[in-house]
């Protein structure tokens, strides 16, 4: 088993930025590819970004280009930077991790989820 703790969420204002955090311990070793998801009030949770173990990444149209995956493979961590931060950003964010290769897999493990709140 993996478990995912998220943090670093909060409050920030419109074109603010904020880096989230998601540890992970448990069989770490068993990770390939690790990645964030968010879910606003009404919405179906959709993913964010994603970055597999040679450094593939995806992102998400509306975040290209403001948000940035990295890992620590050390440290078992995996951050999201965000910036230019917009209200629909608003939502609980979501670390998730998986076996799988691909930088878009099925997710086998997920976080309790962060709540990011952007201020118009």
């Known amino acids: 088993q993996v478990q995912l703790v998220e943090s670093g969420g909060g409050l920030v204002q419109n074109g603010g930025s904020l880096r989230l955090s998601c540890v992970a311990s448990g069989r770490t070793f068993s990770i390939n590819t690790m990645g964030w998801f968010r879910q606003a009030p009404g919405k179906e949770r959709e993913s964010v970004a994603s970055?597999?173990?040679?450094?593939?990444?995806y992102y998400a149209d509306s975040v290209k280009g403001r948000f940035t995956i990295s890992r620590d493979n050390v440290k078992n961590t995996v951050y999201l930077q965000m910036g230019s931060l917009k209200p629909e950003d608003t939502a609980v964010y979501y670390c998730a991790a998986s076996h799988a290769t691909n930088t878009r897999p099925i997710f086998d493990y997920w976080g309790l989820g962060t709540q990011v709140t952007v201020s118009s």
């Open positions: 970055e597999n173990q040679n450094g593939d990444t």
